[in-house]
């Protein structure tokens, strides 16, 4: 078995390329055997396992390893990106700690391993400076800072305050606790130490303009003029600040929030919208909405797992129609989200001009449509438990067609452009392949994140069926006004 030298522990053994693409090829029949997902499901009690292709299980297992790999093995950070030298993302850790927890179910890791490295990165999280100063600090007010320096842990430039990518982090801390509930004094450890990374979180002091909650701060400029409003990945915000059992914000901080919600229909698909596929997989992560619905959500008739459902098959009918004529799109090649892109540059395609981008919020909704041809294979992948029936197909579709250059040893890169097959034009990233198109060389951690975690809600469940007894999370959808399926019978 290969190791991690760095981590002094086993990694997953990673077959070639070669090996990869002869089991690629028992996935046709795997899929077709999948059944089509009914729109409404209710789980009761303990939920069952899904069955996945094997290409699937192998992906779960390659995207692991990212994580596994590439993270600081002295403080647990997990780089924004990777090959590319980068700083550390805040919400990437929390979805590294996540995927530790995830790897040691599945045994891509042993329990003691995942333990090791999940209490070694709270405990950087933990002891870490916080305070107002410009420099040399990890956060403040309990918050974190958007990136961090991969080499001190600490404020990179001059990156803002983040409530959201703290919010993400939390959400893979929160699983951890409730993952290591045994009785060793090291998954104790881990316990308490995200009681206190979550408590000391001051939500309310994030509010600048209550009930509504600020985007970030800056010790240079205060507070965002920004709130977190409209539906979008801040979910998880107002719901960990909701359940916060230390510095809570106020109850109308949720029906403010979805009073700006955008209600409308897509492709036939009608939903709440937010263009980027990711604003609709980010808090599902961790949270099982099937069955709960808010008030907002009772009064539409579904909940918000339908919702996600929904948005995912709007874009594949989007994908289908195509009507920008961007090469590679039909029905089983869809999935626009924020990822990399090939250049910052308007080009003449097809008698038309296109205006392509680097990295940027791609989406297409009744909101709006941002769309320059670039798909990121995480749009579909974390979209797997919403329509499998759709995201099956399409990921056999893109290793069939662009596997050599797209899936390498840690999964998906991150996007690819069959449109763009411009040799002469300086990219931002990866590389031209000529007359095939634009392809990532990089992986990124928010990117890769959702698919770890989305394949085993779908497989198992194991993240939503912990989270359920989370005290924060639980606390605040009960203050949000959640009802109905898993939640009836709990004290409120």
């Known amino acids: 078995m290969e190791r991690n030298e760095a981590c002094g522990a086993p990694a997953v053994v990673r077959p070639n390329r070669r090996e990869a693409m002869i089991l690629l090829a028992a996935a046709p029949a795997a899929l077709a055997a999948c059944s089509s997902a009914q729109e409404v499901r209710r789980p009761e009690g303990r939920l069952e ?24 093995p002295a403080t647990g950070l997990v780089p924004d990106r990777w090959p590319t030298p980068s700083f550390s993302s805040v919400a990437a850790i929390g979805f590294g700690l996540t995927a530790y927890a995830i790897g040691a179910e599945r045994g891509f890791v042993t329990r003691e391993q995942a333990r090791d490295r999940v209490l070694l990165t709270l405990r950087f999280l933990a002891n870490a400076p916080q305070g107002p100063q410009p420099s040399g600090t990890i956060g403040y007010k309990g918050f974190f800072y958007h990136f961090l320096d991969m080499a001190t842990g600490t404020r990179f430039a001059q990156v803002e305050l983040s409530t959201v990518d703290t919010a993400l982090l939390l959400g893979g801390v929160l699983f951890c606790q409730q993952y290591f509930a045994g009785t060793d004094p090291l998954e104790a450890e ?45 979910m998880i915000v107002y719901l960990l600040a909701l359940g916060s059992p230390t510095h809570p914000v106020a109850a109308e901080a949720w029906p403010m929030w979805t009073s700006t919600y955008r209600w409308g229909s897509f492709y036939g698909h009608e939903h709440c919208g937010f263009a ?8 599902h992560c961790w949270v099982d909405f099937r069955g709960i619905q808010d008030e907002y959500m009772r009064g539409r008739g579904i909940d918000y797992f339908i919702n996600s459902r929904r948005a995912a098959l709007g874009q594949q009918a989007y994908a289908a129609d195509n009507p920008r004529g961007f090469t590679g799109y039909d029905n089983s090649v869809w999935g626009l989200s924020a990822c990399d892109g090939p250049a910052d540059v308007t080009l003449e395609v097809g008698g038309h001009q ?13 909101t709006e449509v941002r769309d320059d041809g670039t798909i990121t294979p995480m749009a579909a992948a974390s979209s797997l438990p919403f329509a499998p029936e759709a995201v099956l197909p399409s990921l056999w579709a893109m290793l069939q067609r662009w ?18 097959t411009f040799t002469d034009v300086p990219v931002y990233h990866g590389r031209v392949v000529p007359g095939v198109g634009w392809f990532d060389t990089d992986y990124l951690g928010i990117d890769q994140g959702p698919i770890v975690a989305m394949i085993e809600n779908h497989r198992s469940g194991l993240p939503w069926q912990l ?26």
């Open 49 to 72: 396992p899904s069955s996945v292709p094997e290409f699937v299980d192998e992906l779960h297992r390659r995207t692991f390893q990212w994580f596994w790999d590439v993270a600081d």
């Open 403 to 420: 596997g050599e250059h797209l899936y390498t040893e840690y999964g998906f890169l991150d996007a690819f452009n069959p449109t763009f």
């Open 190 to 234: 881990i316990r308490a130490l995200a009681d206190l990374l979550y408590e000391r979180v001051e939500w309310s002091w994030a509010q600048p303009r209550p009930p509504a909650i600020t985007m970030g701060w800056t010790p240079e400029g205060g507070f965002h003029h920004l709130d977190w409003r409209g539906y979008d990945e801040a």
């Open 467 to 492: 989270m359920r007894h989370s005290p924060p999370l639980l606390r605040g959808l009960q203050r949000a006004g959640f009802t109905g399926g898993w939640l009836d019978g709990l004290p409120p």
């Open 354 to 366: 296109v205006r392509f981008f680097t990295y940027a919020a791609r989406g297409a909704s009744h």
């Open 276 to 283: 980027p596929l990711f604003g609709h997989q980010f808090t």
